[in-house]
């Protein structure tokens, strides 16, 4: 194969002759009522040793500066992904939204390696992290909330102006503001973002600013 196809591939087009098969691509986010995924993060291993600046040279969306970052930088355009490289053969995606997209975009970075002549065993894809955004749609009582729950919150409005929920099952971190936004991260899947909104919303709801 010659390098232009391997640059080709990595930017838009995607052969049909590779051992990897590729899963549909998914849509929507909206894992539910003012709940929207914003960002996911997977893990997968190709299962063997990487030069990364062989890696880098043969591939057109990349970029590895080992003086700033140990890892090398992949992109592909669809679905849209970026891909931290590690010499150890372990892939971190992120920027998907949904599930299957973010394990198609492990299998793509996976088959742009393979691409270039490595010996990839696809194995251990893994969904590490979902970041979610919700809206309970009505002001909240931050300082009473953390009064009452301090061994759960952190809140230090002079350094930033969300109060920090640690919530323990499921475990995962809120991030609460007043007008009643919040950030979920640290959920493993839809299922624990569900169960922290239902979890968190009564006890917003008796904080509710009248």
């Known amino acids: 194969m010659e390098v232009s196809d391997t640059k080709n591939?990595?930017?838009?087009?995607?052969?049909?002759?590779?051992?990897?098969?590729?899963?549909?691509?998914?849509?929507?986010?909206?894992?539910?009522?003012?709940?929207?995924?914003?960002?996911?993060?997977?893990?997968?291993?190709?299962?063997?040793?990487?030069?990364?600046n062989h890696i880098n040279a043969r591939v057109r969306y990349s970029e590895y500066n080992p003086g700033k970052f140990h890892g090398l930088i992949m992109k592909i355009l669809s679905p849209r992904a970026t891909c931290l490289t590690f010499q150890s053969g372990k892939l971190?995606?992120?920027?998907?939204?949904?599930?299957?997209?973010?394990?198609l975009a492990t299998r793509k970075f996976a088959k742009i390696i393979q691409q270039i002549g490595y010996p990839v065993k696809y194995s251990g894809f893994k969904i590490h992290n979902i970041v979610c955004t919700c809206d309970v749609r009505f002001p909240v009582k931050l300082e009473a909330l953390h009064h009452l729950h301090s061994q759960f919150s952190s809140y230090e409005p002079e350094l930033f102006p969300g109060l920090i929920y640690r919530m323990v099952k499921p475990r995962v971190v809120l991030l609460i503001f007043v007008n009643g936004r919040i950030v979920i991260t640290g959920a493993k899947c839809r299922e624990e973002l569900h169960e922290a909104f239902d979890n968190i919303y009564p006890v917003l709801k008796s904080f509710k600013k009248q």
């Open 9 to 52: 591939f990595a930017g838009t087009s995607d052969p049909q002759s590779q051992i990897i098969p590729l899963a549909p691509v998914a849509t929507p986010a909206d894992v539910g009522p003012g709940i929207v995924i914003q960002n996911m993060v997977g893990t997968v291993s190709v299962g063997c040793p990487l030069d990364l």
């Open 92 to 103: 971190l995606i992120v920027g998907t939204k949904h599930e299957q997209d973010c394990k």
